[in-house]
């Protein structure tokens, strides 16, 4: 079921002006009517402890899970206090080894009115499970394996925010607003994740768990390979000033293009389309969905989980930014899939043969799932080309 | 003005802006090795380019930590200066040590150990300075080991018993000192110890298994009064604190702005009238004379997150601020503060959100006062550099006569720039440490824009380093007889505090007129180390 329609949109929430820290910049979501029916708090695991989760039927998800978030909300519309400020006993806060509270779902109903999930993973889940069953045609290229058992195992590598340089000290030194909602984080200029949470005191709890979240490779590497970011400026037209209130006008349209700015910055974000997203959790009038892109390698490719109410507003919005190879892979598997997992069908779509296609597949980390003899003809065509090109020259 | 007298003015405009607000340790955002690192820097600089102005900031409100920096390099480099440069530095080094609290001077001195400068200068400044401590039996006992270094490394021959107390204590079957008696008996006698000054004591009650409760009960008497406020909480939370009481009237402004901020919000509330005449009676005392004779004065201070600073300087941009709130208040004949998120009584003003100046400064601007102060660290950062923008149109097109002067005050090191962190070009940033100093910052602030000539800065240090050693000269004798007075009731205290710096300090007396505002404060906090006299800093 498609829950996010046309796109997302950040409507409801107007962006501040950004805060640099090194490679970082850091732009707040201000959020003018707080959502105070649905609250979010974090909940805190054993960073060590791999965490398993049934997902499926004979299905794991295997994962360093640090922390969970819990919604809670009131069916009437009625507002709520974070659960998160209750005392509870110390015994059962320290959940022991591995996963046994999670043997369940990433999303699970706790109690009438409360839901744990677990942040990102839920989306990361959706898209390792991206066609994950394999080949819906048993072609001759595919092995057996790769017929009875799917794209298992399926991984991919993440980093933790604590492995982001500099990602810690600019959390710490960020300067929250008092209405802030959300959090759109750029490295080098090229947005790495949104964050937007109902309410601001959600948000005042959840800043440091951002320091918890996975963060792609590409964050990573910019983070770490820039030293640091240019501050844009700010100008008043000297010209158009004649009194305090020009001057105060001035200022209030100044704060307006620095919003305006900011969320164009995250054009490759808000402007993704064809989207997919599907339902996780119904919860009164939200609903949980995680989404997947339309992995065109081209273009940005977020994935996440969000959750929105039935006017379409969004409360809560979680993103992961994949890199240029694991979107690649992502948009493979989407093209065979397309076709049926036919080679010179998905080959012809492509715009490429059928030997490029398979050394694709090789190079993109699926190379197993074709027929030794396939890829080995594959890989040695194109060692004969290359030296017929090399003689010839 | 040629270009390099433009630079030389700058740099020395620097420095000082660091070493009054830099101490060495950990800000909000830069690290302590960071700040050290880049004040390390900055004073090497400044004592290869400009040695003579280098030591003349010996003179200015500059912080205790770097003082003890410039006397240590000044001493350090000596073979570099000429015979009249090292005439001068010595007056303003031993002046200067007298004004420090001893704990700093005695580091000052273990530094010139470990760094090995120990030539007859050195050993002179160090025996006169160690001459002109008021008791020097009570230094025996509370700083030990600080004064056996010294005495070593200076050669010192020490008066009465104290020697035989610092390097050969059980040889003494007891000893006439009361002080040094005390000490001894301490080591065997609980009710002793509660004699001893309340840091010596509190190394001894380990020792006895005496609980903290307890000790704080019975040594309240001879705690000093930083030591006091210190320790209002633990007596709170030990339940003495109707014996460990604060006289908060007579604490400076500063500390007593961040005692107030340590406390939570609803007990402030709760003691709002005590705590907001506390802080009314140590701003009549820092403003003295000069209170509202500033005209219309607004102030737009900075209660942005940022304000919190660190672990180890926490709250103190926020205590400037609220210092700054209520000396502005005395000082202006109309006042206004504005905080950038704060709105109602400023006792209970709190660090959080964004440094939005750009509104803030127009709000105060639009009231045209004589003057305007911004007391921020100057990350203006919703939207960054829009104060910049207010102040530079609002001067070109809204106020070109520039009827109101602003300054900028700034509680905050910038270690990756060197300076403290400006609003603007146009606008003076000085550094700010203490907001009793204010006044005198803002008089420094006008060499910060770059229209002052470097004559008319070098003549202002003159002036300054002649107004200091003159009262160096004069305030010895006192600081003698106010901490022999309020001692411990020690006999034996060495009488000749009025002779220091017979050596060095020799013709130093200029006779100028007396300045007693600042560097008075700063004499009082030259006693810390003497129980209830004078204030701690």
Redesign the interface.
């Known amino acids: 079921m498609t829950v996010i329609r046309n796109g997302l949109s950040l409507a409801g929430l107007t962006a501040?002006?950004g805060?640099r820290w090194g490679a970082l910049r850091l732009v707040?979501l201000l959020r003018d009517e707080p959502i105070t029916d649905l609250r979010l708090h974090a909940r805190l695991y054993d960073p060590d402890d791999p965490t398993l989760v049934a997902v499926g039927p004979r299905t794991a998800y295997v994962a360093y899970v640090p922390h969970a978030f819990v919604a809670s909300w009131t069916p009437g519309g009625g507002p709520v206090a974070a659960y998160g400020t209750q005392l509870t006993d110390p015994a059962d806060a320290r959940l022991p080894g591995i996963g046994l509270h999670f043997r369940r779902r990433m999303a699970r109903r706790e109690e009438k009115n409360r839901l744990r999930f677990l942040p990102l993973h839920l989306a990361m889940e959706g898209y390792l499970a991206l066609h994950v069953g394999g080949p819906s045609i048993a072609w001759q290229e595919w092995t057996r394996r790769a017929v009875t058992r799917g794209l298992s195992p399926r991984a991919e590598e993440a980093y933790t925010g604590a492995e982001i340089t500099g990602l810690a000290d600019a959390l710490r030194?960020f300067?929250?607003?008092?209405n802030q909602c959300g959090m759109l984080l750029y490295a080098a200029d090229a947005l790495a994740a949104a964050f937007v949470v109902p309410h601001p005191d959600d948000y005042r709890a959840l800043h440091p768990t951002l320091l918890l979240d996975l963060y792609g490779e590409l964050v990573h590497h910019y983070a770490h390979l820039y030293p640091t970011v240019g501050?844009?400026?700010?100008?008043?037209d000297?010209g158009r000033?004649?009194?305090?209130a020009d001057?105060?006008a001035?200022?209030v349209r100044?704060?307006a293009a620095?919003s305006a700015f900011q969320l164009e910055m995250a054009g490759g974000l808000l402007g993704m389309e064809r989207l997919t997203s599907t339902l996780v959790y119904r919860m009164g009038r939200f609903a949980l969905a995680r989404f997947l892109p339309a992995f065109d390698p081209d273009r940005e490719n977020h994935i996440g989980e969000a959750i929105v109410d039935n006017a379409g507003r969004l409360a809560y919005l979680k993103t992961f930014r994949l890199s240029a190879a694991q979107a690649r892979r992502g948009h493979l598997l989407s093209q065979f899939a397309a076709h049926d997992w036919d080679l010179d069908a998905t080959a012809t779509a492509l715009a490429t043969d059928r030997r490029s296609l398979a050394l694709r597949l090789d190079r993109a980390g699926f190379g197993h799932l074709l027929r030794p003899e396939v890829i080995d003809a594959a890989r040695r065509e194109a060692r004969e080309r290359g030296r017929r090109v090399r003689r010839n020259r | 003005m040629s270009r390099s007298d433009q630079i030389a003015c700058e740099d020395v405009v620097m420095f000082v802006n660091a070493a009054i607000t830099s101490t060495g340790q950990r800000e909000f955002r830069a690290d302590a090795a960071e700040q050290r690192m880049s004040l390390g820097f900055l004073h090497e600089y400044v004592l290869g380019n400009y040695r003579d102005l280098y030591a003349a900031t010996l003179a200015l409100e500059i912080n205790h930590f770097n003082a003890a920096l410039v006397v240590t390099n000044l001493l350090r480099t000596a073979h570099l200066a000429s015979p009249a440069q090292r005439a001068v530095e010595g007056r303003l080094i031993a002046a200067r040590l007298r004004f420090l609290p001893p704990q700093r001077v005695y580091r000052v001195i273990r530094e010139l150990r470990r760094l090995g400068v120990n030539n007859r200068r050195t050993r002179a400044i160090i025996r006169d300075w160690v001459a002109g401590r008021p008791d020097l039996p009570f230094d025996a006992v509370k700083y030990r080991r600080s004064l056996s270094v010294a005495a070593r490394h200076a050669h010192l021959a020490l008066p009465g018993e104290v020697g035989t107390f610092l390097f050969d204590w059980r040889r003494a079957r007891r000893y006439t000192t009361p002080i040094l008696e005390t000490w001894r008996r301490a080591h065997f006698d609980k009710q002793a110890l509660f004699a001893l000054p309340y840091t010596v004591a509190e190394g001894l009650a380990a020792h006895h298994g005496i609980d903290r409760g307890r000790l704080l009960a019975h040594n309240a008497a001879s705690m000093t009064r930083g030591e006091r406020l210190r320790l209002q909480e633990s007596a709170r939370r030990l339940d003495v604190d109707d014996i460990v009481t604060a006289d908060l009237g007579r604490t400076p402004l500063t500390r007593l702005a961040l005692y107030v901020l340590s406390l939570p919000r609803p007990e402030r509330a709760r003691r709002r009238a005590e705590l907001t005449e506390a802080l009314r009676t140590a701003t009549r005392r820092a403003v003295g004379r000069q209170a509202g004779t500033w005209g219309s004065v607004v102030a737009v201070l900075d209660d942005s997150y940022s304000a919190a600073g660190s672990s180890v300087k926490r709250r103190r941009p926020l205590a400037v601020a609220l210092a700054a709130h209520y000396l502005l208040e005395a000082l202006a004949t109309d006042y206004t503060g504005l905080w950038l998120t704060h709105r109602g009584d400023p006792l209970l003003v709190h660090p959080v959100g964004p440094t939005r100046l750009g509104e803030r400064l127009l709000d105060g601007l639009e009231r045209r006062p004589d003057r305007l102060v911004v007391v921020s660290d100057g990350w203006d950062n919703d939207p960054p550099g829009l104060a910049a923008e207010v102040l530079r149109v609002w001067f070109a097109r809204l106020d070109p006569d520039r009827r109101t002067s602003v300054v900028h005050l700034n509680p905050v090191y910038d270690s990756d720039t060197f300076e403290v962190r400006r609003l603007a070009a146009t606008v003076p940033t000085v550094g700010v440490r203490d907001a009793e100093d204010l006044a005198a910052l803002v008089e420094l602030a006008r060499f910060a824009t770059g229209t002052a000539t470097f004559a008319e800065l070098r003549r202002h240090l003159d002036d300054r380093v002649a107004r200091f050693l003159a009262d160096a000269a004069q305030s010895p004798a006192d600081a003698g007889a106010v901490g022999t007075a309020a001692g411990t009731g020690a006999a034996g205290t060495v009488a000749e505090a009025g002779a220091a710096g017979t050596e060095v300090g020799a013709g130093a007396a200029v006779a100028q007129e007396p300045a007693p505002a600042t560097p008075a404060g700063e004499a009082t906090g030259a006693e810390a180390g003497v129980p209830s006299a004078g204030a701690s800093r």
């Open positions: 501040g002006p805060q707040p030194v300067e929250i607003h008092p501050e844009f400026s700010t100008r008043i000297a000033v004649a009194s305090v001057l105060r001035e200022l100044t704060r620095w």
